[in-house]
């Protein structure tokens, strides 16, 4: 069964539409995402600021639910790990363990010894997939040269090139 998408024109599967009340809407999934997010785009400075105010006027009150959350339990910050890296990369901190473990506990770079709390997951930004675990210098290093191989190879004969013993010393 197909149904006609009334934005862009195009037939599309009953499948390819968003169901509300169990009836498909009428624009199609693809429609659907593009008018959410420059909604989203249109308010991004507003949402930002009226939440900062909420922090802003209730901020001893997140901080004391806070505390206590984490005196209820003493493993929070494993539990928050674990939700970023879910939220972040689909994975748990049992995996991260599994990839930091196949790794020897070192980080791909520079060789330092890592442990689960000191190891970061290192992804690409374009296909999101994960490459494996590096330490935090080494992460942030490819991420400053937006894993760009040739500026990262320019870096590399920029260093070459100028060694300290190359300079003379001025006399």
């Given at each position: 069964m197909?149904?006609?998408c009334t934005k862009c024109g195009e037939i599309h599967k009953i499948s390819f539409f968003n169901l509300k009340y169990g009836k498909p809407i009428a624009i199609c999934k693809n429609c659907s995402r593009k008018q959410l997010n420059a909604l989203y785009q249109l308010h991004k400075v507003e949402r930002r600021e009226k939440a900062?105010?909420?922090l802003d006027l209730?901020?001893?009150e997140i901080n004391k639910r806070r505390r206590y959350l984490k005196h209820l339990n003493p493993n929070w910050k494993n539990i928050e790990r674990d939700k970023n890296?879910?939220?972040c990369f689909g994975l748990n901190l049992d995996h991260k363990?599994?990839?930091l473990k196949a790794q020897n506990f070192e980080c791909d770079i520079c060789g330092k010894k890592l442990t689960i709390e000191t190891a970061f997951l290192d992804h690409d930004h374009k296909t999101?997939?994960?490459r494996g675990v590096l330490c935090h210098l080494c992460n942030s290093g490819l991420g400053y040269f937006k894993e760009n191989y040739k500026t990262m190879s320019r870096a590399?004969?920029?260093?070459?090139?100028?060694?300290?013993?190359?300079?003379a010393s001025p006399q």
């Open positions: 197909t149904k006609k900062k105010k909420y209730h901020r001893e890296l879910k939220a363990f599994f990839i999101g997939q994960n590399i004969e920029y260093l070459s090139d100028r060694q300290i013993e190359n300079f």
